[in-house]
């Protein structure tokens, strides 16, 4: 296997010289319509597209800059200045992966930008909501981009500030505030491991810098790698919705509908697959047992996230279920090593496309459903909306894995190279991609084909071309993305020089046993789709159903198993501290004091104000003390 | 062997003194006793090279500060005197047992010291004597703390006067208020003196009325409660009669 | 010859302090409070004669500056409480207490 190439100075005067425009430009938006106010309401959300759409533009220059360098240069670092003496510098990193990264952040972020002018335009607080995603694409850009840990980490702890604000946009609904609070403190148990992690990084090697840590990786224990692998990993858990800190992506759907959604589908939750690839060069060798745990984590969240997609009846929760599965895919591919990092980051693009094509259309159709999100109360939808309904069709044949389009090649590759090297999470997400035909279907079967089941104040209507145009983008995307990044391994060579290639290319393979496996479970489950959903008849309200759908509909119990877990235990732990602190603390200070005041309410009684009872005492002291003082013989 | 025998004499006084001035009940003779404990201590002072202190003694303590005791029992009533009936439950039982448990033991500590001949004062005085080199000392070395005795004096004697003054609240009474008050009191004449007779003229014998009675004011009740308690009524009935009503009246 | 001055003196004054721990009447107290400070006397001449050392006379005679001085403040004190409580009793003088 090959390593990545070394980190060099960067010193020409190019674009990339000025990257950190990238992320300033944003910051600055969100600076600017945070600061000011009110008085940027009326084209607040045309600087907010603006910054976005130059940091786009500035990504784009570097990554032209990037391609244009010899390959053994495409690692660039920019110093921009001392940020904690003698402990990091503030620096950006350039190199395929980062820059990759940035692509999708900006090129995404701008196109959620250009939805939400429209999306937003009733809601009063459309400025705010703006300089939220500016300060979210700032911080991402800032997680991406920064050349060691602390960085990393700042960046980190801004998107989850960001994405605390946008969950919460709505505050005034109970339920997006709880929503935002729970994504915030499930966030902070992984970001907990990520900083115990960084605390040994610092305590092993004494850098933080990605250029400085390829040398003394190989100083340190077997036992400190896996520690810190295991604790990145749980923090990449906490960002990416990975079991077992999943339950707070579900919950996330509160926020504004599509817009918030994308963020979380499509680049957000990408952190932890990034921090995995960033950190694989150092602390996931391939078969270790940190990288077989982030295998496994993979293979568990993508069979689980399946699993709540299929019982769900809210469209967004149900591609929010999908997310996770996907994004479970993403880390199986991960922590397979370089094999498996450019299918984990192909999938990652393609499924930003696709996926981001499946959330928006989903906002369409709600758009035009008077923003009802029960799949049972849609059906019949094509004939109302053809081209919301063409575009999340391609989505969904692309996340399904129909041949020919993004998904297929991604996750083919994925579970290609997993049967390979892995076969048992091979052969589950052999089983979880049939599923994804399961539950996919369905929720296409359910809001466009069938009878209609519609409230009787529905009105369908396709929606303006300021939402569908950005969906036919993703989809033309959905369509050829995978195709271009993974045949002839494109994807694979470019990142090489970040995240190091293995010995031989991988060759993909369009008739192997595992494709032609998940092709034919994907066409078992749709078919089975097509026969609950499509043929029979669709109740409005959900029927009961078996002990299996119940659990799903609860997401696997999470929620629940959190709650006994960790609530339960957490509000006894705090009873039994607010009853210590009554009864033991106050009791002890208490009865201290009553102890004190009884003893001194008693002994006060000695002053009986009887002149010639202190005389004698005063005596009786004088008499003790001489009889001390001849008894230790100084008189 | 001179001052041997002068000490022992002077020891047995001055502690059957003090003792005397703890247990007596009259406070004058407790008064009285202890002027007596000074002198021998005077004494003693003169008999151990000190015959400025002994001045000192006789003159501050036995002339001044004993007159001023006496003068304040004048002052409160020379005839209060103490009952003997312990109110402090336990005090006199601990204040023996630690005052003989003290003094025990400050002579267990004086017997245990290893004592060797006084050294005298022949060279410290050896100076013109005994009260120049006093002086000499006072005015030199001590001089500060003797200028603040002078301070502590004039400050004790302005307290005295503070403590001791009484605010007039009404108009001081003259001699034609004075006179009028006593016409309209019961009595506008002055109290009748006491009886002379033959045999006896002495102040606490009662004098008579022209109409023969006895006139009970002319004898101080003070006199007429000491004859009754010493029992040294007159012999005429009428007279002691008298005496004793007057007694009874002044225990009221 | 000294020692006997000394016990004399600590007899003195542990007379003097059971006279204050038994006697009621307050001018009876002061006076064995003196009794109590002409002991010390009586032992700082002595010493002073042990020593070959003025210094005893010397601190005699401000304690005996010092008596003077406290006996007529403590007397007017007397006086005081006598005139308004009529009684020299210390155990009438009891109200500073818990």
Not at chain 1, 167 to 186: E, N
């Amino acid at each position: 296997m090959e390593s990545p190439v070394e980190i060099a100075q960067y010193t020409a005067g190019g674009v990339i010289g000025v990257s950190w425009l990238m992320i300033a430009l944003p910051l600055l938006g969100a600076a600017v319509l945070l600061v000011l106010g009110r008085i940027t309401d009326r084209w607040g959300h045309l600087l907010g597209v603006a910054m976005s759409l130059a940091s786009f533009v500035v990504a784009v220059l570097a990554f032209l800059e990037l391609v244009g360098l010899p390959e053994a240069q495409r690692r660039q670092a920019v110093f921009l200045y001392e940020f904690i003496p003698g402990m990091a510098d503030m620096g950006l990193l350039i190199d395929p992966l980062s820059i990759s990264f940035a692509l999708l952040i900006t090129g995404v972020g701008s196109l959620i930008h250009i939805y939400s002018v429209g999306y937003m335009s009733h809601d009063s607080d459309r400025r705010r909501f703006f300089a939220y995603l500016n300060l979210f694409v700032a911080a991402m850009l800032l997680l991406v981009l920064a050349d060691n840990y602390v960085g990393l980490f700042i960046g980190w702890e801004g998107v989850g500030l960001a994405s605390y604000l946008l969950i919460g946009f709505w505050q005034f609904k109970p339920s997006a505030a709880v929503a935002a609070k729970k994504a915030f403190i499930v966030n902070r148990v992984g970001d907990f491991g990520l900083l115990v992690g960084m605390f040994v990084i610092w305590s092993s090697f004494g850098t933080f810098a990605f250029a400085d840590l390829g040398a003394k990786v190989g100083t340190a224990s077997q036992g400190t790698i896996t520690a810190i692998g295991l604790l990145l990993l749980l923090g990449a858990c906490g960002k990416s919705a990975q079991l077992p800190l999943q339950s707070w992506l579900l919950d996330a759907m509160e926020g504004p509908t599509p817009v918030s959604a994308l963020i979380h589908a499509a680049t957000m939750v990408t952190a932890g697959v990034y921090l995995v690839v960033r950190s694989g060069a150092f602390f996931f060798e391939p078969g270790s047992p940190q990288a077989l745990a982030v295998a496994i984590v993979g293979a568990a969240t993508l069979l689980a996230g399946a699993i709540i997609g299929c019982a769900k009846d809210d469209i967004k929760k149900g591609l929010a279920g999908s997310t996770m599965s996907q994004i479970g895919y993403m880390m199986l591919g991960a922590g397979l090593g370089p094999a498996g990092y450019a299918f984990a980051i192909g999938h990652l693009f393609t499924h930003g496309f696709f996926k981001a094509d499946l959330f928006l259309g989903a906002g369409s159709v709600m758009h035009g459903m008077n923003d009802e999100v029960d799949m049972r109360k849609y059906g019949g939808l094509r004939k109302y909306m053809p081209l919301t309904f063409a575009t999340f069709m391609v989505g969904y044949l692309a996340i399904i894995g129909f041949p020919l389009l993004s998904g297929y090649f991604t996750k083919d590759g994925i579970i290609e190279t997993a049967v390979h090297l892995q076969p048992v999470l091979g052969w589950l997400a052999v089983l979880g991609a049939g599923i994804t035909g399961f539950y996919m279907s369905r929720m296409v079967f359910m809001t466009f084909f069938g009878e209609k089941r519609w409230a009787d104040d529905a009105h369908p209507h396709e929606s303006p071309s300021v939402m569908t145009i950005p969906l036919i983008v993703l989809s033309i995307g959905s369509v050829f993305l995978g195709g271009y990044l993974i045949l002839s391994n494109r994807l694979l060579l470019f990142l090489s020089p970040a995240v190091g290639r293995p010995e031989e290319l991988p060759e993909f393979h369009f008739a192997s046993v595992p494709g032609l496996a998940t092709l034919g479970l994907v066409a078992v489950g749709a078919g089975f789709a097509w026969m609950r959903y499509g043929r029979a008849e669709v109740p409005v309200l959900a029927p009961r159903g078996s002990f299996v759908t119940a659990f799903a509909r609860r997401d696997l119990y999470g929620d629940a198993l959190n709650e006994s877990l960790f609530m339960r235990p957490g509000q006894w732990l705090t009873r039994i501290a607010v009853f210590l602190d009554n009864r033991g603390i106050d009791g002890v200070v208490n009865g201290l004091a009553a102890g004190i005041g009884g003893t001194s309410g008693r002994l006060r009684r000695v002053q009986t104000g009887f002149a010639r009872t202190y005389a004698l005492s005063i005596l009786i002291g004088a008499a003790l003390l001489t009889g001390a003082l001849l008894l230790v013989g100084n008189i | 062997m001179g001052e041997t025998v002068t000490f022992w004499v002077l020891a047995v006084v001055s502690v059957g003194a003090a003792l005397g001035m703890v247990f007596n009940r009259k406070a004058v003779y407790s008064a009285l006793m202890l002027g007596g404990v000074m002198l021998c201590l005077a004494v003693m002072y003169a008999v151990q090279d000190a015959p400025f202190l002994a001045a000192v003694q006789i003159i501050v303590y036995t002339g001044a500060v004993m007159m001023l005791f006496l003068f304040v029992l004048m002052l409160v009533g020379v005839d209060s005197s103490d009952s003997l009936v312990e109110t402090l439950k336990g005090q006199r039982f601990w204040a023996v047992i630690a005052g003989v448990g003290f003094a025990t033991l400050v002579i267990l500590a004086v017997g245990n010291a290893v004592f060797t001949p006084a050294a005298g004062l022949a060279t410290a005085t050896a100076q013109g004597g005994n009260v120049r080199s006093v002086a000499l000392l006072i005015f030199t070395k001590y001089v500060f703390a003797f200028e603040i005795t002078s301070a502590l004096l004039i400050t004790a004697a302005l307290g005295a006067m503070v403590l001791a003054h009484r605010e007039r609240l009404t108009e001081k009474a003259t001699q034609k208020v004075l006179s009028r008050a006593r016409f309209r009191g019961e009595r506008p004449s002055p109290l009748p003196g006491p009886g002379t007779y033959a045999t006896n003229n002495a102040i606490d014998m009662p004098a008579l009325l022209p109409d023969g009675s006895v006139a009970e004011d002319s004898v101080n009740r003070y006199i007429a409660r000491y004859d009754v308690e010493h029992d040294h009524l007159p012999t005429d009935p009428k007279l002691a009669e008298a005496i004793q009503h007057k007694a009874e009246e002044e225990s009221k | 010859m000294t020692a006997h001055y000394l016990v004399l003196s600590g007899l003195l004054f542990a007379i003097g302090a059971m006279g204050v721990l038994i006697r009621r009447n307050a001018i009876v107290v002061f006076m064995c409070v003196e009794l109590m400070l002409n002991a010390c006397n009586l032992a700082f001449v002595t010493f002073a004669r042990q020593h070959g050392n003025l210094e005893g006379q010397i601190i005699a005679f401000f304690v005996m500056v010092v008596a003077a001085a406290e006996v007529v403040v403590g007397l007017a004190i007397i006086v005081t409480i006598f005139r308004t409580r009529r009684s020299a009793s210390v155990d009438d003088a009891n109200l500073l207490k818990y």
